[in-house]
RNA sequence: CGGAGCGUGGUGUAACGGCUAACAUACCUGUUUUGGGUACAGGUGACUCCGGGUUCGAAUCCCGGCGCUCCGACCA
Protein backbone atom coordinates (compact mmCIF):
# COMPACT_ATOMS: atom_id res chain seq x y z
CA UNK A 1 0.00 0.00 0.00
CA UNK A 2 1.27 3.39 -0.95
CA UNK A 3 1.13 5.62 2.67
CA UNK A 4 0.28 8.41 -0.25
CA UNK A 5 -2.81 6.74 -0.53
CA UNK A 6 -3.62 6.07 2.93
CA UNK A 7 -6.64 8.35 4.07
CA UNK A 8 -5.32 8.04 7.74
CA UNK A 9 -3.26 11.09 8.92
CA UNK A 10 -0.61 10.41 11.85
CA UNK A 11 -0.78 13.19 14.83
CA UNK A 12 1.67 14.66 16.19
CA UNK A 13 -0.68 15.16 19.72
CA UNK A 14 -2.76 12.91 21.34
CA UNK A 15 -6.51 13.55 21.86
CA UNK A 16 -7.21 15.00 25.19
CA UNK A 17 -10.41 12.34 26.04
CA UNK A 18 -7.34 9.53 26.16
CA UNK A 19 -5.34 8.50 28.81
CA UNK A 20 -4.61 5.19 28.58
CA UNK A 21 -1.03 4.25 26.33
CA UNK A 22 -2.80 2.00 23.81
CA UNK A 23 -5.86 4.51 22.81
CA UNK A 24 -3.55 7.57 22.75
CA UNK A 25 -0.89 6.12 20.29
CA UNK A 26 -3.35 3.77 18.06
CA UNK A 27 -5.20 6.99 17.94
CA UNK A 28 -2.26 8.75 16.81
CA UNK A 29 -1.00 6.61 14.36
CA UNK A 30 -4.15 6.08 12.80
CA UNK A 31 -5.17 3.11 13.60
CA UNK A 32 -8.89 3.70 15.21
CA UNK A 33 -11.38 6.22 15.51
CA UNK A 34 -13.45 6.90 19.02
CA UNK A 35 -17.06 7.19 18.22
CA UNK A 36 -17.72 7.60 21.79
CA UNK A 37 -17.07 6.64 24.88
CA UNK A 38 -16.18 2.49 24.56
CA UNK A 39 -16.85 2.39 21.14
CA UNK A 40 -14.32 2.59 18.29
CA UNK A 41 -13.96 2.17 15.11
CA UNK A 42 -11.44 0.57 13.25
CA UNK A 43 -9.29 1.75 10.31
CA UNK A 44 -7.18 0.24 7.29
CA UNK A 45 -4.38 0.27 9.46
CA UNK A 46 -6.35 -1.01 12.51
CA UNK A 47 -8.04 -3.40 10.81
CA UNK A 48 -5.32 -5.21 9.27
CA UNK A 49 -3.50 -5.49 12.65
CA UNK A 50 -6.78 -6.64 13.81
CA UNK A 51 -7.31 -9.03 10.97
CA UNK A 52 -3.92 -10.83 11.84
CA UNK A 53 -4.73 -11.52 15.32
CA UNK A 54 -7.99 -12.97 13.84
CA UNK A 55 -6.24 -14.97 12.05
CA UNK A 56 -3.81 -16.46 14.16
CA UNK A 57 -6.68 -17.53 16.52
CA UNK A 58 -8.47 -19.00 13.40
CA UNK A 59 -6.07 -21.04 12.74
CA UNK A 60 -5.62 -22.30 15.81
CA UNK A 61 -9.32 -22.77 16.96
CA UNK A 62 -9.77 -24.80 13.33
CA UNK A 63 -6.23 -27.01 14.36
CA UNK A 64 -8.55 -28.48 17.31
CA UNK A 65 -11.12 -29.10 15.24
CA UNK A 66 -13.92 -25.91 15.42
CA UNK A 67 -15.72 -25.29 12.86
CA UNK A 68 -16.62 -21.60 12.04
CA UNK A 69 -19.94 -19.77 11.96
CA UNK A 70 -21.43 -16.46 11.85
CA UNK A 71 -24.57 -16.38 14.29
CA UNK A 72 -26.83 -13.25 14.14
CA UNK A 73 -26.36 -10.60 16.62
CA UNK A 74 -29.68 -9.58 17.05
CA UNK A 75 -31.19 -11.98 20.28
CA UNK A 76 -35.20 -12.97 20.41
CA UNK A 77 -35.91 -13.03 24.34
CA UNK A 78 -37.58 -16.22 23.89
CA UNK A 79 -34.12 -18.45 23.95
CA UNK A 80 -33.36 -16.49 26.81
CA UNK A 81 -35.97 -16.93 29.08
CA UNK A 82 -35.33 -20.67 29.24
CA UNK A 83 -32.13 -19.53 31.14
CA UNK A 84 -33.43 -16.62 33.06
CA UNK A 85 -30.74 -14.87 31.63
CA UNK A 86 -33.21 -11.83 29.99
CA UNK A 87 -33.33 -10.24 32.90
CA UNK A 88 -32.14 -7.16 33.73
CA UNK A 89 -31.63 -8.44 37.45
CA UNK A 90 -29.57 -11.21 36.51
CA UNK A 91 -27.68 -9.66 33.26
CA UNK A 92 -27.39 -6.22 33.60
CA UNK A 93 -24.99 -5.62 30.71
CA UNK A 94 -27.75 -5.81 28.01
CA UNK A 95 -28.46 -3.84 25.16
CA UNK A 96 -32.28 -4.32 24.19
CA UNK A 97 -34.35 -2.69 21.40
CA UNK A 98 -37.70 -3.42 20.03
CA UNK A 99 -38.97 -4.48 16.31
CA UNK A 100 -41.71 -2.64 15.35
CA UNK A 101 -44.16 -5.19 15.91
CA UNK A 102 -43.25 -4.64 19.42
CA UNK A 103 -41.19 -7.66 19.93
CA UNK A 104 -38.28 -7.13 22.53
CA UNK A 105 -34.94 -8.08 20.91
CA UNK A 106 -31.59 -7.83 22.24
CA UNK A 107 -28.02 -7.34 21.47
CA UNK A 108 -25.84 -10.11 21.78
CA UNK A 109 -23.13 -10.15 24.53
CA UNK A 110 -22.63 -14.01 24.48
CA UNK A 111 -24.06 -16.32 22.44
CA UNK A 112 -24.50 -19.67 24.52
CA UNK A 113 -28.13 -20.12 24.23
CA UNK A 114 -28.78 -19.25 20.35
CA UNK A 115 -26.15 -21.80 19.69
CA UNK A 116 -27.04 -24.32 22.16
CA UNK A 117 -31.02 -23.77 20.70
CA UNK A 118 -29.57 -23.98 16.70
CA UNK A 119 -27.97 -27.36 18.13
CA UNK A 120 -31.45 -28.88 18.91
CA UNK A 121 -31.66 -29.30 15.21
CA UNK A 122 -28.05 -30.84 14.68
CA UNK A 123 -27.20 -33.16 17.55
CA UNK A 124 -29.20 -36.32 17.74
CA UNK A 125 -26.85 -39.02 18.57
CA UNK A 126 -23.35 -39.62 20.92
CA UNK A 127 -22.13 -40.10 17.03
CA UNK A 128 -22.65 -36.55 16.53
CA UNK A 129 -20.26 -35.68 19.32
CA UNK A 130 -17.68 -34.65 19.78
CA UNK A 131 -18.14 -31.39 18.55
CA UNK A 132 -16.56 -27.81 18.51
CA UNK A 133 -18.18 -24.55 16.99
CA UNK A 134 -16.47 -20.90 16.93
CA UNK A 135 -17.29 -17.23 15.63
CA UNK A 136 -15.69 -13.67 15.57
CA UNK A 137 -18.71 -11.75 16.67
CA UNK A 138 -19.41 -8.08 17.36
CA UNK A 139 -20.40 -8.40 21.30
CA UNK A 140 -22.62 -5.39 23.18
CA UNK A 141 -22.60 -5.24 26.65
CA UNK A 142 -23.81 -2.24 28.47
CA UNK A 143 -20.99 -1.54 30.54
CA UNK A 144 -20.99 1.03 33.28
CA UNK A 145 -17.82 2.07 32.69
CA UNK A 146 -15.66 1.86 29.70
CA UNK A 147 -12.07 2.45 30.45
CA UNK A 148 -8.51 1.85 29.13
CA UNK A 149 -9.06 2.79 25.57
CA UNK A 150 -10.06 -0.57 23.58
CA UNK A 151 -9.28 -2.63 26.25
CA UNK A 152 -12.38 -2.01 27.93
CA UNK A 153 -15.55 -1.33 25.06
CA UNK A 154 -19.02 -1.29 25.10
CA UNK A 155 -18.44 -3.12 21.53
CA UNK A 156 -16.31 -5.04 20.79
CA UNK A 157 -15.18 -8.24 18.37
CA UNK A 158 -14.92 -11.23 20.06
CA UNK A 159 -13.76 -15.10 19.16
CA UNK A 160 -16.25 -17.40 21.09
CA UNK A 161 -15.69 -21.34 20.98
CA UNK A 162 -18.40 -23.73 22.54
CA UNK A 163 -17.68 -27.54 22.64
CA UNK A 164 -20.42 -30.23 22.45
CA UNK A 165 -18.92 -33.41 24.55
CA UNK A 166 -21.04 -36.82 25.11
CA UNK A 167 -20.33 -36.19 29.49
CA UNK A 168 -17.58 -34.15 31.71
CA UNK A 169 -14.59 -36.78 30.74
CA UNK A 170 -14.65 -36.23 27.38
CA UNK A 171 -15.32 -32.31 27.78
CA UNK A 172 -11.78 -32.53 30.09
CA UNK A 173 -10.17 -33.65 27.40
CA UNK A 174 -11.38 -31.28 24.98
CA UNK A 175 -10.72 -28.34 27.34
CA UNK A 176 -7.26 -29.14 27.95
CA UNK A 177 -6.80 -29.04 24.26
CA UNK A 178 -8.33 -25.92 23.93
CA UNK A 179 -6.03 -24.75 26.93
CA UNK A 180 -3.09 -25.64 24.94
CA UNK A 181 -4.32 -24.10 21.96
CA UNK A 182 -4.73 -21.15 23.97
CA UNK A 183 -1.24 -20.97 24.86
CA UNK A 184 -0.07 -21.32 21.42
CA UNK A 185 -1.80 -18.49 20.01
CA UNK A 186 -0.63 -16.07 23.24
CA UNK A 187 2.86 -17.28 21.92
CA UNK A 188 2.36 -16.60 18.56
CA UNK A 189 0.74 -12.78 19.07
CA UNK A 190 4.07 -12.44 21.38
CA UNK A 191 2.67 -11.88 24.76
CA UNK A 192 3.18 -15.50 25.88
CA UNK A 193 5.93 -14.89 28.09
CA UNK A 194 3.23 -12.54 30.26
CA UNK A 195 0.21 -14.39 30.12
CA UNK A 196 -0.57 -16.90 32.49
CA UNK A 197 -3.10 -19.58 32.95
CA UNK A 198 -4.60 -18.58 36.08
CA UNK A 199 -7.44 -20.30 38.39
CA UNK A 200 -10.41 -17.99 38.41
CA UNK A 201 -13.96 -17.64 39.21
CA UNK A 202 -16.44 -19.99 37.61
CA UNK A 203 -19.47 -18.12 37.67
CA UNK A 204 -22.23 -19.20 38.03
CA UNK A 205 -21.33 -22.71 36.27
CA UNK A 206 -18.82 -24.88 38.14
CA UNK A 207 -15.99 -23.87 40.70
CA UNK A 208 -13.15 -22.72 38.47
CA UNK A 209 -12.65 -21.18 34.89
CA UNK A 210 -9.18 -20.21 33.52
CA UNK A 211 -8.37 -17.31 32.39
CA UNK A 212 -5.65 -16.41 30.51
CA UNK A 213 -3.80 -13.17 32.39
CA UNK A 214 -1.39 -10.54 30.49
CA UNK A 215 0.87 -8.84 32.95
CA UNK A 216 0.37 -5.44 32.20
CA UNK A 217 0.16 -2.05 34.64
CA UNK A 218 -3.44 -1.22 31.92
CA UNK A 219 -5.33 -4.42 33.43
CA UNK A 220 -7.84 -4.34 35.51
CA UNK A 221 -7.11 -7.61 37.75
CA UNK A 222 -4.91 -8.77 40.15
CA UNK A 223 -3.06 -11.87 39.81
CA UNK A 224 -1.20 -13.95 41.87
CA UNK A 225 1.84 -15.61 40.23
CA UNK A 226 3.85 -19.02 41.96
CA UNK A 227 7.51 -19.79 40.69
CA UNK A 228 6.63 -22.09 38.86
CA UNK A 229 4.29 -20.26 36.61
CA UNK A 230 1.14 -21.22 37.88
CA UNK A 231 -1.14 -17.99 38.68
CA UNK A 232 -4.68 -17.58 40.66
CA UNK A 233 -7.15 -14.85 40.51
CA UNK A 234 -7.67 -12.78 43.26
CA UNK A 235 -10.94 -12.81 43.25
CA UNK A 236 -11.05 -16.68 44.45
CA UNK A 237 -7.76 -16.10 46.25
CA UNK A 238 -8.57 -18.02 49.56
CA UNK A 239 -7.07 -20.89 51.97
CA UNK A 240 -8.80 -23.59 50.75
CA UNK A 241 -7.73 -22.69 46.92
CA UNK A 242 -4.39 -22.39 48.12
CA UNK A 243 -4.57 -25.99 49.46
CA UNK A 244 -5.96 -27.49 46.44
CA UNK A 245 -2.86 -25.89 45.03
CA UNK A 246 -0.60 -26.61 47.37
CA UNK A 247 1.03 -23.22 47.24
CA UNK A 248 1.50 -20.77 50.23
CA UNK A 249 0.75 -17.55 50.28
CA UNK A 250 4.05 -16.13 51.10
CA UNK A 251 5.61 -17.75 47.45
CA UNK A 252 3.11 -15.51 45.02
CA UNK A 253 4.20 -12.68 43.66
CA UNK A 254 1.44 -10.04 42.64
CA UNK A 255 0.58 -8.31 39.75
CA UNK A 256 -1.85 -6.43 37.52
CA UNK A 257 -3.04 -8.12 34.37
CA UNK A 258 -5.43 -7.94 31.70
CA UNK A 259 -7.71 -10.65 30.93
CA UNK A 260 -7.22 -11.67 27.27
CA UNK A 261 -8.82 -14.97 27.35
CA UNK A 262 -11.43 -16.98 29.40
CA UNK A 263 -12.21 -20.46 29.10
CA UNK A 264 -15.35 -22.51 31.01
CA UNK A 265 -16.65 -25.21 31.74
CA UNK A 266 -20.68 -24.87 31.20
CA UNK A 267 -21.43 -28.36 32.26
CA UNK A 268 -25.10 -29.37 31.16
CA UNK A 269 -26.79 -25.96 32.10
CA UNK A 270 -27.39 -24.78 28.84
CA UNK A 271 -28.22 -28.14 26.99
CA UNK A 272 -30.99 -28.96 30.01
CA UNK A 273 -32.70 -25.43 29.80
CA UNK A 274 -32.97 -25.25 26.14
CA UNK A 275 -33.29 -28.95 25.79
CA UNK A 276 -30.30 -30.02 23.54
CA UNK A 277 -29.99 -33.72 24.28
CA UNK A 278 -28.71 -36.86 22.27
CA UNK A 279 -29.07 -40.23 22.47
CA UNK A 280 -26.56 -42.87 24.09
CA UNK A 281 -25.49 -46.11 22.85
CA UNK A 282 -27.82 -47.36 24.98
CA UNK A 283 -30.74 -45.13 23.17
CA UNK A 284 -31.15 -42.99 26.56
CA UNK A 285 -31.93 -39.74 26.22
CA UNK A 286 -28.79 -37.76 27.90
CA UNK A 287 -28.01 -33.80 27.75
CA UNK A 288 -25.12 -32.49 25.79
CA UNK A 289 -21.67 -31.30 28.25
CA UNK A 290 -20.99 -28.08 27.09
CA UNK A 291 -18.01 -25.44 27.67
CA UNK A 292 -17.05 -21.98 26.33
CA UNK A 293 -13.26 -20.24 25.20
CA UNK A 294 -13.59 -16.48 24.60
CA UNK A 295 -11.22 -14.30 23.60
CA UNK A 296 -11.08 -10.69 22.39
CA UNK A 297 -8.77 -9.79 19.74
CA UNK A 298 -8.91 -6.34 20.00
CA UNK A 299 -8.37 -5.88 23.91
CA UNK A 300 -5.49 -8.48 22.70
CA UNK A 301 -4.28 -5.73 20.25
CA UNK A 302 -4.61 -2.81 23.10
CA UNK A 303 -2.37 -5.20 25.01
CA UNK A 304 0.27 -5.93 22.87
CA UNK A 305 0.42 -1.89 22.14
CA UNK A 306 0.50 -1.50 26.06
CA UNK A 307 3.10 -4.17 26.42
CA UNK A 308 5.56 -3.35 23.42
CA UNK A 309 5.50 0.49 22.78
CA UNK A 310 8.28 2.42 23.34
CA UNK A 311 8.77 6.71 23.50
CA UNK A 312 8.75 6.78 20.29
CA UNK A 313 5.53 4.43 19.11
CA UNK A 314 3.74 1.46 18.77
CA UNK A 315 5.87 -1.92 18.03
CA UNK A 316 4.24 -4.85 16.72
CA UNK A 317 5.22 -7.86 17.12
CA UNK A 318 5.85 -9.33 13.75
CA UNK A 319 2.75 -11.88 13.69
CA UNK A 320 0.07 -8.76 14.10
CA UNK A 321 2.02 -5.87 12.33
CA UNK A 322 -0.50 -4.34 9.52
CA UNK A 323 2.56 -4.48 7.06
CA UNK A 324 6.05 -6.52 7.46
CA UNK A 325 8.06 -3.59 5.99
CA UNK A 326 8.25 0.01 6.38
CA UNK A 327 9.55 1.42 2.58
CA UNK A 328 10.77 4.72 3.25
CA UNK A 329 12.00 6.75 0.33
CA UNK A 330 13.96 9.63 0.45
CA UNK A 331 13.28 11.23 -2.51
CA UNK A 332 16.53 12.99 -4.74
CA UNK A 333 15.89 15.70 -7.61
CA UNK A 334 16.92 13.53 -10.15
CA UNK A 335 14.29 10.76 -9.29
CA UNK A 336 16.56 7.99 -9.02
CA UNK A 337 15.21 7.35 -5.66
CA UNK A 338 12.16 6.91 -6.54
CA UNK A 339 12.76 4.75 -9.66
CA UNK A 340 14.39 2.44 -7.19
CA UNK A 341 11.99 2.38 -4.25
CA UNK A 342 9.10 2.40 -7.01
CA UNK A 343 10.52 -1.30 -8.42
CA UNK A 344 11.90 -2.44 -4.94
CA UNK A 345 8.17 -1.72 -3.76
CA UNK A 346 6.60 -3.57 -7.18
CA UNK A 347 9.38 -6.33 -6.20
CA UNK A 348 8.30 -7.40 -2.59
CA UNK A 349 4.25 -6.91 -3.29
CA UNK A 350 4.93 -9.43 -6.03
CA UNK A 351 6.28 -11.81 -3.53
CA UNK A 352 3.69 -11.24 -1.73
CA UNK A 353 5.31 -9.44 1.10
CA UNK A 354 3.23 -6.60 2.88
CA UNK A 355 4.82 -3.41 2.20
CA UNK A 356 3.65 0.21 3.11
CA UNK A 357 5.65 2.17 1.13
CA UNK A 358 5.97 5.77 2.06
CA UNK A 359 6.01 7.40 -1.04
CA UNK A 360 4.91 10.99 0.45
CA UNK A 361 6.56 14.29 -0.44
CA UNK A 362 7.46 14.88 3.03
CA UNK A 363 10.88 15.55 4.83
CA UNK A 364 12.69 12.73 6.48
CA UNK A 365 12.06 13.34 10.03
CA UNK A 366 8.17 13.24 9.35
CA UNK A 367 8.79 10.06 7.76
CA UNK A 368 10.86 8.51 10.38
CA UNK A 369 8.51 9.97 12.72
CA UNK A 370 5.63 8.58 11.39
CA UNK A 371 7.42 5.16 10.62
CA UNK A 372 8.40 4.77 14.27
CA UNK A 373 4.88 5.49 15.37
CA UNK A 374 3.28 3.15 13.05
CA UNK A 375 5.55 0.47 14.40
CA UNK A 376 5.80 -1.88 11.25
CA UNK A 377 9.08 -4.37 12.42
CA UNK A 378 11.35 -3.80 9.47
CA UNK A 379 11.95 -0.17 8.01
CA UNK A 380 13.93 -0.28 4.69
CA UNK A 381 15.00 3.15 3.83
CA UNK A 382 16.20 4.04 0.17
CA UNK A 383 17.55 7.30 0.00
CA UNK A 384 20.41 9.43 -2.01
CA UNK A 385 23.03 8.26 0.42
CA UNK A 386 22.20 4.40 0.92
CA UNK A 387 22.20 4.12 -3.10
CA UNK A 388 25.80 5.60 -2.82
CA UNK A 389 26.80 3.09 -0.69
CA UNK A 390 29.48 1.12 -1.86
CA UNK A 391 28.00 -2.27 0.22
CA UNK A 392 26.22 -2.55 -2.81
CA UNK A 393 28.78 -5.13 -3.62
CA UNK A 394 29.27 -6.54 -7.22
CA UNK A 395 25.53 -6.15 -7.28
CA UNK A 396 25.99 -2.74 -8.10
CA UNK A 397 22.66 -0.28 -7.75
CA UNK A 398 23.46 0.57 -4.28
CA UNK A 399 21.65 -0.71 -1.07
CA UNK A 400 18.46 -0.38 1.37
CA UNK A 401 18.87 0.44 4.54
CA UNK A 402 17.44 -2.66 6.71
CA UNK A 403 16.28 -1.19 10.18
CA UNK A 404 15.14 -3.36 12.57
CA UNK A 405 12.46 -1.43 14.76
CA UNK A 406 12.80 -3.32 18.19
CA UNK A 407 16.38 -3.77 18.45
CA UNK A 408 17.56 -0.48 16.24
CA UNK A 409 19.60 -2.91 14.41
CA UNK A 410 20.83 -1.43 10.89
CA UNK A 411 21.88 -3.33 7.90
CA UNK A 412 22.82 -2.87 4.74
CA UNK A 413 21.39 -4.84 2.25
CA UNK A 414 21.97 -4.79 -1.82
CA UNK A 415 19.11 -3.72 -3.72
CA UNK A 416 19.97 -6.26 -6.36
CA UNK A 417 19.41 -9.19 -3.51
CA UNK A 418 15.51 -8.28 -2.64
C1' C B 1 -24.30 3.70 39.65
C1' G B 2 -21.48 7.07 43.64
C1' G B 3 -17.27 10.73 43.74
C1' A B 4 -13.89 14.21 41.22
C1' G B 5 -12.29 16.95 36.94
C1' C B 6 -12.90 18.86 32.04
C1' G B 7 -15.89 20.67 27.35
C1' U B 8 -12.90 26.99 22.84
C1' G B 9 -11.16 26.15 14.48
C1' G B 10 -9.60 19.09 12.33
C1' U B 11 -5.91 18.46 16.64
C1' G B 12 -3.41 20.59 21.16
C1' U B 13 -3.68 25.00 24.03
C1' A B 14 -4.61 30.65 25.49
C1' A B 15 -7.85 34.65 26.66
C1' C B 16 -9.32 39.84 34.30
C1' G B 17 -16.94 39.81 33.10
C1' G B 18 -15.05 44.42 28.20
C1' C B 19 -11.55 45.79 21.23
C1' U B 20 -12.54 41.77 15.22
C1' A B 21 -11.86 35.04 20.47
C1' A B 22 -5.27 34.53 20.40
C1' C B 23 -1.18 30.90 19.54
C1' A B 24 0.81 26.29 17.75
C1' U B 25 -0.06 22.37 14.66
C1' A B 26 -2.75 20.39 10.58
C1' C B 27 -4.78 22.01 5.82
C1' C B 28 -4.52 25.20 0.88
C1' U B 29 -0.91 28.60 -2.61
C1' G B 30 4.01 29.70 -3.68
C1' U B 31 9.34 29.71 -2.82
C1' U B 32 12.87 26.89 -0.02
C1' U B 33 14.74 22.34 2.17
C1' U B 34 15.78 16.78 1.48
C1' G B 35 18.82 11.28 6.89
C1' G B 36 15.10 12.69 12.54
C1' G B 37 8.80 16.72 12.25
C1' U B 38 13.58 22.80 7.29
C1' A B 39 12.61 28.01 6.67
C1' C B 40 9.76 32.13 4.86
C1' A B 41 5.37 34.63 2.77
C1' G B 42 0.20 34.57 1.95
C1' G B 43 -4.55 32.03 2.87
C1' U B 44 -9.01 28.87 4.52
C1' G B 45 -11.11 27.41 8.94
C1' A B 46 -14.88 28.52 15.71
C1' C B 47 -22.87 30.62 16.73
C1' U B 48 -16.47 29.10 22.50
C1' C B 49 -21.16 21.42 23.74
C1' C B 50 -26.73 22.51 24.19
C1' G B 51 -30.76 25.31 26.78
C1' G B 52 -31.99 28.89 30.26
C1' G B 53 -30.52 32.89 33.69
C1' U B 54 -27.55 37.22 35.90
C1' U B 55 -25.40 41.73 33.49
C1' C B 56 -25.00 47.75 29.75
C1' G B 57 -21.82 43.59 28.24
C1' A B 58 -20.69 36.27 29.15
C1' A B 59 -15.86 31.65 26.37
C1' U B 60 -15.53 33.62 31.42
C1' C B 61 -20.52 33.98 36.74
C1' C B 62 -25.24 30.89 38.15
C1' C B 63 -28.90 26.75 37.09
C1' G B 64 -30.28 22.50 34.13
C1' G B 65 -29.03 19.03 30.44
C1' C B 66 -25.63 16.33 27.32
C1' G B 67 -20.70 14.57 26.39
C1' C B 68 -15.68 12.99 27.77
C1' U B 69 -11.84 11.37 31.33
C1' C B 70 -10.17 9.55 35.98
C1' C B 71 -11.09 6.98 41.01
C1' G B 72 -14.46 3.54 43.17
C1' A B 73 -18.47 -0.06 42.70
C1' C B 74 -19.71 -3.52 38.82
C1' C B 75 -17.68 -7.10 35.13
C1' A B 76 -22.35 -14.02 32.08
Known amino acids: MKQSKLFTKTRREAPKDEVSKNAQLLIRAGYIHKEMAGVYSYLPLGLRTLNKIVGVIREEMDAIGGQEVHLAALQSKSKWDATKRWSDKEVDVWFKTKMKSGDELGLGFTHEEPLTDLMRGQISSYRDLPLSVYQFQTKFRNETRAKSGIMRTREFLMKDLYSFNVDEKAHAEFYEKA ?240
Open 179 to 418: KQAYVKIFGRLGIGDQTYVTNASGGSFSKFSHEFQTVCDAGEDVIYIAEDGRAINKEVLNDEVLEDLKLKRTDLKEAKAAEVGNIFTLGTRFSEALGLNFKDEAGKSRPVFMGSYGIGPGRVMGTIVELTADDKGIVWPESVAPFAVHLVALFDEEGKVKKVADELYEKLTSKGVEVLYDDRQCSAGEKFGDADLIGIPKRYVVSEKTLKSSDAGSLGGGSVEVKDRVTGKVDMVPVGSF
